[in-house]
């Protein structure tokens, strides 16, 4: 992700210009921060936008899923989009009302990964981002969950980021004379204290790295994978 | 939304039946709980999946945005998801983790609203639904401002709702005696304290629905539009 963001015709900024960014750092950024990815695909004619979890290196995005999924043939086109809401713009008008977001639009052809180093690599990529530490504290995949789990690589070539910050736009128009007040209000997530399974006993301590991981910020700077 | 959710190929439950909901409750439970839709459509051959705001009452989606968007066309099918991301499912091996979350999808041919009085109800829903009590707060739209919106109507007719609670399903399983914690990582988003917009006159306070917004938690059980 050295390059630029690629330019087509469908990942060119057209609208709200100043929310495009063409910096592949701030792609990996989204995608560090993001948890569900959004999968849209074209089946029968009909758009289908899926909710589903999703992890990334440098070139490539992976998603995962049954084998029995329709969502999750190769060689149709895709669109996964990852968004973040970071909070409400609150303008003097309805119209100038928005959103704090930050949001990435990938698209492609993904493949199925069939290569068996590639499908460990790429399902702990996916788990570590979801669950950082995990991988290794739990049960790895056996052969027989490998054979009932799909993997898609979607190559991050063809991506388009948009972020929108700060006040409303509207604070030098006729609109601010109105005598209303104007501002952000931010929209944070944040993990929570685990809650451990009732069936679990009650000798088994909480790992470290789940812990750690209470009372964090969800998609904040300092979130795993997040560029330096 | 009195009858049960529609029940076609696309919106029956294949997989994971137990998370398959088919009562309208839920349906509009989900919509009030969101803030983001990602809209999705066909464009080229292409899908394409846009966040955007929305808003609804018992009949009706309403999504709004500029007249030169292409992913506001009518009488193309769209497929429009809300998910909601509620914390992790950490269970004992790699491939019994999982998400807790509530999402609808609602599919549709969109109509373009052109009706003056109810493009002004369709505003109305989307602006209480995204910052409750601007609408009565601010400049409602001006006759140019309603001229560079379009406001699309989708029917709240062919939905599915998919909801997951609860602890990991490998509680009693074979990988309940590794000896590993096991257990759900909550996930919250909560409005902040309201940020004045630095263009703001000092002496302009904070209006009573704003402040009041600051702390709650966005998408819990109290939020404006849930059901009783």
Known sequence: MTNPLSNTDRTRHRRLREQGRTDPGDLRAVLAAGLVAHLGLVND???????????????????????????????????VTITLADGLVLARSVFEHALNYRSAMVYGYPRVVTDPDEILTGLRLLSEHMAPGQWDYVRQPSRKELAATRLLALPLAEASVKIRTGPPDDGDTPDADLGLWAGELPLVSTWQQPVPDPALPPAIPVP?????????IAGGPDCPGAPD
Chains 1, 2 share one sequence.
């Open 45 to 79: 004619g009909w758009p289908m936008v899926v909710p589903t979890s999703y992890g990334f290196d440098e070139t490539t995005l992976y998603l995962h899923g049954s084998v029995a999924s329709v969502s999750l043939r190769a060689d149709s086109p895709v669109c």
């Open 208 to 216: 470290a790295h789940i812990a750690a991981r209470a009372g964090t």
